[in-house]
């Protein structure tokens, strides 16, 4: 029996004993289970996971789930907080940059064998796996791209860049389109995003990560920041203080919603939200630019999160079987659709590919069309990685606004960051 048989028929079990519990009587009083179910993002978000948890409690009657939502800002404060109290929820959301910390704390419970994983990319599911066990369940799966307004594009006199474009040619083309509007429209959106500086060390041959080390060089690090600083001296972007500001507001504050700027680096799955905050306008998917003669363009496949279970959850079982449903279930599928990203599971993803609004389904025929350029997805980062991106920003900030030179930023950059995964 092959292990993704193994792990089906381990999870479909556990769904049959609930199901045998509820049919007999598990739906009185006495016999209530009660989960907790912690996660944070939109208005939106939390209206369609209510909705999922309606649908799963109508399945499973004798196991209530209490949604805790909050804003991704104090999301982790409030996580943190709960498992220091030993009051963590049942079921956790996380991200990759926090799975290991969290899982190396004894925080999270192993789910090998207890969810369906069959149906979920192999390279993706081993995301959520740490020193052999599966600690985090990917929802859904997206990448970091550029995003770009076509008419913005055309209107000031340029054409959108072919499959393969450069660095130069990227900030080329950003300082045309601003001087071509006149300076109206700008080039593009600076995005300090650990996901950029990572794929743009992989097109230079270095990952972001080497075990408890950074494997970023000094070198790579400053060549960013000079895609940043020309983009602002070539007036393809905003100057150095409205690109940091910038950088820290959602989509509905980015340019495009202002209607002042043509490109920008997002998450894939924010491209419904883009053409949303601009006025619908409709946006197109890019690869990313790549280093001269890079073999590869670095993009990858990342989970826009995962679900996890507390270690010491009095319900484990039930535990597993939100879980699975929410990962699985072509019914909690169609209601979350792509807000956790493309589903992760290949099944639920055929069941719902029709239902997807068009600028999902834009996202889709356009993971399609990279997937035999995307690498490897990356593993969890070290414990300390949660803080990285508040450390590469700080950084970043001392160059762009010339407090300090790309040599010295780079050299403390590393020593603090790799002081922070040393573990």
């Not at 220091?84 to 940059?97: K, Q, Y």
């Not at 076509?150 to 300082?175: N, R, V």
């Amino acid at each position: 029996m092959g292990s993704g048989t193994t792990r089906w028929a381990a999870a479909s079990l556990a769904a049959a004993v609930l199901i045998a519990t509820s049919a007999c009587g598990g739906g009185s009083a006495g016999d209530q289970v009660t989960l907790r179910f912690s996660y944070w993002g939109s208005d939106v978000r939390q209206q369609r996971t209510e909705a999922a948890i309606k649908k799963f409690e109508a399945k499973y009657p004798h196991i209530d789930v209490v949604g805790e939502f909050s804003g991704f800002g104090d999301y982790y404060e409030k996580l943190t907080t709960a498992v220091a109290s030993d009051a963590a929820p049942d079921v956790i959301t996380i991200e990759i940059r926090g799975l290991r910390e969290y899982a190396e704390r004894g925080t999270l419970a192993d789910l090998s064998g207890r969810v369906d994983t069959g149906d979920i990319d192999g390279k993706v599911l081993a995301t959520g796996a740490i020193g052999g066990k599966q600690y985090g369940i990917p929802t859904g799966v997206n990448t970091w791209s550029l995003i770009a307004d076509p008419k913005a594009i055309a209107s000031a006199g340029q054409k959108p860049p072919g499959p393969t474009w450069t660095w130069e040619q990227y900030i080329d083309l950003a300082a045309r389109i601003t001087a071509g509007s006149g300076g109206k429209v700008y080039g593009t959106q600076q995005a300090f995003n650990p996901a950029f500086l990572q794929i743009f060390a992989a097109q230079r041959g270095e990952s972001f990560y080497e075990g408890n080390k950074i494997g970023v060089s000094a070198a790579t690090i400053k060549a960013w920041w000079a895609v940043h600083r020309k983009l602002i001296d070539t007036k393809g972007s905003p100057d150095a203080a409205k690109s940091i500001e910038l950088s820290a507001q959602n989509v509905d504050r980015s340019l495009f919603a202002t209607g002042n700027g043509a490109m920008g680096m997002w998450w894939s799955n924010e491209l419904g939200a883009i053409n949303k905050a601009s006025g619908g306008k409709d946006m197109e998917l890019l690869r990313m630019p790549r280093a001269q003669g890079a073999a590869t363009g670095g993009m990858f496949l990342q989970p826009a999160m995962f679900y996890a279970a507390s270690a010491k959850t009095a319900h484990q079982a039930e535990a597993d079987a939100f879980i699975n449903f929410m990962v699985n279930d072509p019914e909690a599928g169609a209601i979350i659709l792509s807000d956790r990203g493309l589903p992760a599971s290949s099944k639920v993803l055929a069941a719902v590919r029709d239902h997807l609004p068009a600028a999902d389904k834009k996202t889709l025929a356009f993971l399609d069309e990279i997937k035999d350029e995307l690498t490897d997805p990356p593993a969890a980062p070290p414990k300390g990685a949660s803080a990285m991106e508040e450390v590469l920003k700080r950084y970043t900030d001392e160059v762009l606004f010339g407090r300090m030179s790309p040599d010295e930023a780079a050299r403390k950059f590393l020593t603090e960051a790799n002081a922070l995964i040393a573990g």
